[in-house]
């Protein structure tokens, strides 16, 4: 168990920095080029623990599945995630990880719509709860947020949470770090091939037209320096390899309910780290936010840590039953 908390505190560390590492690269890469590297990287290092997952259950992946994961990858890599990096790129990194720590509001409206889930009162509560949070942090009054960085953050923190509801089913037969490395892989092939068509004359040419200019002639190579690699590298090896390993290794050791502590801890921690390293400040509002965010994810993931201590009290007693 405790090796389970320090999964926890490896992968809260990991993820509060995410968004401080992808603003340090923010404009020095493509978003497209970036997250094709990122997620690369990433799946390749979730590969070993994928494989012994699939043997751990005894089950392979059929050809259906694999088509669902591909369209996974899309909807929760190449369109969330790109606008992930454009909401980093147009708002202070400590915004965008607050408000995409709340993408459980989104995941309780989408499971309710079609996975027909129960919605339960604290559910509910929590809801209420987490979007005052986002109002008070976005403070519409407050004209110095950038529009677009919110909507951007909003869109792909949406999109991510429609990518989880649609991979529930799948999770719950292969588990979720087959789902997450499956994804992350065929996402990575995805944005290979959008990278080759757009560097198409024709079609290089109609995106520069259209405004879309920045998703023309997508380069794979240019913008590194010294600096930029090292970030880069923490970025694939560190925030999207070990943060996502160090999560479902949390998992396996204490429960993906406790393991969910870490998007509790993030809202928090993020603004501070980013305060730290790249001198946002921290008004009034977003403590705020922050304090009506904490409140629906602790009304949320009360009732469930409370049945923890019987359950390890369980184990407990199965094991001498075993031994006696």
Same mark, same amino acid.
């Given at each position: 168990?405790?090796?389970?908390? /320090?999964?926890?505190?490896?992968?809260?560390?990991?993820?509060?920095?995410?968004?401080?590492?992808?603003?340090?690269?923010?404009?020095?890469?493509?978003?497209?080029?970036?997250?094709?590297?990122?997620?690369?990287?990433?799946?390749?290092?979730? %590969?070993?623990?994928?494989?012994?997952?699939?043997?751990?259950?005894?089950?392979?992946?059929?050809? /259906?599945?694999?088509? *669902?994961?591909?369209?996974?990858?899309? /909807?929760?890599?190449?369109?969330?995630?790109?606008?992930?990096?454009?909401?980093?790129?147009?708002?202070?990194?400590?915004?965008?990880?607050?408000?995409?720590?709340?993408?459980?509001?989104?995941?309780?409206?989408?499971?309710?719509?079609?996975?027909?889930?129960?919605?339960?009162?604290?559910?509910?509560? #929590?809801?209420?709860?987490?979007?005052?949070?986002?109002?008070?942090?976005?403070?519409?009054?407050?004209?110095?947020?950038?529009?677009?960085?919110?909507?951007?953050?909003?869109?792909?923190?949406?999109?991510?949470?429609?990518?989880?509801?649609?991979?529930?089913?799948?999770?719950?037969?292969?588990?979720?770090?087959?789902?997450?490395?499956? !994804?992350?892989?065929?996402?990575?092939?995805?944005?290979?091939? %959008?990278?080759?068509?757009?560097?198409?004359? #024709?079609?290089?040419?109609?995106?520069?037209? %259209?405004?879309?200019? /920045?998703?023309?002639?997508?380069?794979?190579?240019?913008?590194?320096?010294?600096?930029? #690699?090292?970030?880069?590298?923490?970025?694939?090896?560190?925030?999207?390899?070990?943060?996502?390993?160090?999560?479902?290794?949390?998992?396996?050791?204490?429960?993906?309910?406790?393991?969910?502590?870490?998007?509790?801890? *993030?809202?928090?921690?993020?603004?501070?780290?980013?305060?730290?390293?790249?001198?946002?400040?921290?008004?009034?509002?977003?403590?705020?936010?922050?304090?009506?965010?904490? #409140?629906? !994810?602790?009304?949320?993931?009360?009732?469930?840590?409370?049945?923890?201590?019987?359950?390890?009290?369980? *184990?407990?007693?199965?094991?001498?039953?075993?031994?006696?």
């Amino acid at each position: 168990m405790k090796r389970g908390y /320090l999964f926890i505190a490896l992968a809260t560390l990991f993820f509060s920095t995410m968004e401080i590492a992808l603003k340090e690269v923010a404009g020095l890469f493509n978003p497209v080029q970036l997250n094709l590297t990122r997620f690369l990287i990433g799946g390749l290092v979730l %590969i070993p623990f994928a494989r012994r997952m699939l043997r751990k259950r005894g089950v392979r992946i059929d050809g /259906l599945s694999l088509v *669902k994961l591909a369209g996974l990858g899309f /909807l929760g890599i190449v369109v969330s995630m790109t606008l992930y990096q454009l909401a980093v790129e147009n708002t202070n990194a400590s915004v965008v990880a607050v408000l995409f720590s709340c993408n459980p509001v989104f995941v309780l409206v989408f499971a309710g719509l079609i996975l027909r889930t129960q919605i339960l009162r604290q559910h509910v509560m #929590a809801l209420v709860l987490e979007c005052l949070g986002i109002l008070i942090l976005i403070n519409p009054l407050d004209t110095s947020i950038s529009t677009a960085g919110i909507t951007f953050t909003l869109l792909s923190t949406a999109v991510f949470a429609l990518y989880a509801v649609l991979g529930t089913k799948m999770c719950a037969k292969y588990s979720g770090v087959v789902v997450t490395c499956g !994804s992350f892989l065929f996402a990575s092939l995805e944005m290979a091939a %959008i990278v080759a068509v757009s560097r198409l004359s #024709a079609v290089a040419g109609v995106l520069a037209d %259209i405004g879309l200019g /920045l998703f023309a002639d997508i380069p794979l190579l240019s913008g590194y320096t010294p600096f930029s #690699a090292l970030m880069m590298l923490y970025i694939c090896v560190g925030v999207t390899g070990a943060g996502f390993a160090c999560y479902f290794m949390a998992m396996e050791a204490t429960s993906p309910i406790t393991a969910s502590l870490v998007f509790f801890f *993030k809202p928090a921690l993020a603004p501070v780290l980013a305060l730290v390293f790249l001198q946002e400040a921290i008004p009034v509002s977003m403590v705020v936010g922050v304090l009506f965010i904490l #409140a629906g !994810s602790l009304v949320s993931l009360i009732p469930a840590l409370s049945m923890i201590p019987a359950m390890a009290l369980g *184990k407990v007693w199965c094991w001498k039953q075993g031994r006696a």
